[in-house]
């Protein structure tokens, strides 16, 4: 059974930090590139960045470069999402992703499997 879980969300005041994981498990975690999506109530799903592999290529969105930091650990099926500075407008429900064989994927219909996703609110 495949599974994505999000974990590491919450509230954390404007200016501070998050570290976010997804552990997977029921498939080949290192075949599958592996992103993070955002989603704010009434808004579209976000990019924010993609990993591949082998963590050989590395794609952010624009506007959160410089933000936020993607890895992943193929030893331990987990990506990671380093979140810093945040903004209020970073709020929203935390997605990961994986696409088989992906390299850089940026639209969310890339990809295979999606976790169930964490909450990240960042007060004023």
């Known amino acids: 059974q495949v599974q994505l879980v999000e974990s590491g969300g919450g509230l954390v005041q404007a200016g501070g930090s998050l570290r976010l994981s997804c552990a997977a498990s029921?498939?080949?975690?290192?075949?599958?590139?592996m992103g993070w999506f955002r989603q704010a109530p009434g808004q579209v799903r976000e990019f924010i960045a993609t990993?591949?592999?082998?963590?050989?290529?590395?794609l952010y969105a624009d506007s959160l470069k410089g933000r936020v930091t993607i890895s992943r650990d193929n030893a331990k099926n987990t990506v990671y999402l380093q979140m810093d500075s945040l903004k209020p407008e970073d709020t929203a429900v935390y997605y990961c992703a994986a696409g088989f064989y992906l390299r850089a994927g940026v639209r969310a219909g890339e990809y295979d499997y999606w976790g169930q996703g964490t909450q990240v609110t960042v007060s004023s």
């Open positions: 990993i591949s592999r082998n963590g050989g290529d590395i």
């Open positions: 029921g498939f080949t975690f290192s075949s599958y590139g």
